[in-house]
C-alpha cells in the first residue's frame, strides 16, 4: 500500500465516522479542496464547512477505494464507490474520482469529481 493511498484510507475512515477534527488533520492548513461544480475552499475552516454541509445531507457515509493510480508519495488518484445514507433514511451510491497533491504527509490539493448519487433498491 502506498503512503498516499494510507493517508487517503485514513482521511476517509474519519470522515465516515464524522471525525471533522481528525479529517482536518489530513489537509496542511492552507490546503484547498476542489468539489466537482462548487467553488474551491482553502483553508481548514473552509474544508470543515463544506465537509458539515455533507453531513447535514448524507449522515452515514462508507467508502470503498475501487482503484488507485499513484505518482510516488507527491500525488494520486483514486476511484471509489459511496454508500450514502440521507437524512429521510434513502440509501443511495455513487462512484467518483478524487486527485490528490501531497506535501509533508498531508493533503496540499484534493480534486473530488463524483457521479450523481443512485438509489438504492432492495
Known amino acids: 500500500m502506498s503512503s498516499a493511498r494510507a493517508l487517503q484510507e485514513s482521511a476517509w475512515d474519519a470522515e465516515c465516522r ?68 440521507d437524512t429521510a433514511g434513502d440509501r443511495f451510491t455513487l462512484q467518483g474520482v478524487i486527485l490528490v497533491e501531497i506535501e509533508s504527509g498531508k493533503f496540499k490539493t484534493v480534486r473530488y469529481y463524483e457521479e450523481a448519487p443512485v438509489p438504492v433498491t432492495d
Open 18 to 85: 464524522h471525525d471533522l477534527d481528525g479529517l482536518l488533520d489530513h489537509f496542511l492548513p492552507d490546503a484547498t479542496f476542489y468539489a466537482y461544480g462548487r467553488p474551491p475552499q482553502q483553508g481548514h475552516d473552509a474544508i470543515r464547512r463544506l465537509t458539515e454541509d455533507f453531513y447535514r445531507s448524507y449522515p452515514e457515509l462508507a467508502i470503498d477505494v475501487l482503484g488507485e493510480w499513484t505518482n510516488g508519495d507527491s500525488s494520486a488518484a483514486f476511484e471509489f464507490r459511496a454508500r450514502l445514507k
